[in-house]
């Protein structure tokens, strides 16, 4: 008889929420489960916040979410279940908030080799070279510091502050937002009772781009 023991499923949760407050509660990180599943942290990611256009293909997505609940002991069998209701549910055009798939597939792919130098003068050269060249070709860095990526919270007050750097403009869901010279943002925002999803991303000067989603349910 075998000793593997399935948690149960609150099926008044989506699969996303219940996966994520499995893995706080059993203590893991997303980077840890990503090695340990061979998933990447940002199909977990989407999984968790039911971002799941951000996933790579129905037969693909399906495999994830069965493979995180198989890991964190929840009947994977049941998890599809639910997985496959809410994309019917989302089909049907149930669900508020969508992604962007194709713009928030946009990830910063560029690498620098080192490059070996006979000359120390032609070593600095090229090294400012390359550092301007990165500066301005790159995906510009973004980091959202409140509110944590996912909040539950009785105040449908909330406010958005971050940094970025390189960018060129910055947007939160499609709205163009202000920010200093030196890269600090912040916007303040009411919301309605139940799931928020905004999402924030930096332009660069080339048009490249760096996402990040943050999603607060108020109840």
Same mark, same amino acid.
């Given at each position: ?71 964190? @002991?929840?009947?994977?069998? /049941?998890?599809?279940? *639910? ?7 989302? $089909? =049907? +055009? ?68 971050? @940094?970025?750097?390189?960018? /060129?403009?910055?947007? *939160? ?7 200093? $010279? =030196? +890269? ?36």
């Amino acid at each position: 008889m075998s000793s593997f023991v399935t948690k149960q499923i609150l099926t008044s949760q989506t699969i996303g929420e219940q996966l994520r407050k499995t893995r706080e509660g059993m203590g893991f990180e997303i980077k840890e489960i990503s090695k340990k599943t061979g998933i990447q942290e940002r199909y977990l990611i989407s999984i968790e916040i039911g971002l799941y256009g951000e996933l790579p293909g129905d037969i693909y997505a399906l495999e994830f979410v069965k493979k995180y609940a198989s890991f964190l @002991k929840i009947d994977p069998k /049941k998890a599809a279940k *639910i997985y496959l209701d809410e994309i019917k549910e989302a $089909e =049907s +055009g149930c669900y508020k908030f969508g992604a962007d798939a194709e713009a928030s597939r946009i990830i910063n792919k560029i690498k620098w080799a080192t490059r070996s130098i006979v000359a120390l003068l032609v070593f600095c050269v090229l090294g400012y070279s390359v550092f301007y060249a990165w500066g301005f070709f790159s995906a510009p860095s973004l980091i959202v510091l409140t509110p944590e990526d996912y909040v539950e919270t009785k105040s449908p007050s909330v406010t958005l502050q971050g @940094k970025t750097y390189r960018a /060129k403009k910055i947007f *939160i869901n499609s709205e163009s937002v202000s920010f200093s $010279e =030196s +890269g600090d943002f912040i916007r303040s925002y009411d919301l309605p009772v139940g799931e928020t999803v905004f999402k924030i991303w930096a332009e660069g000067f080339l048009g490249k781009k760096t996402v990040v989603y943050k999603k607060i349910v108020v109840k």
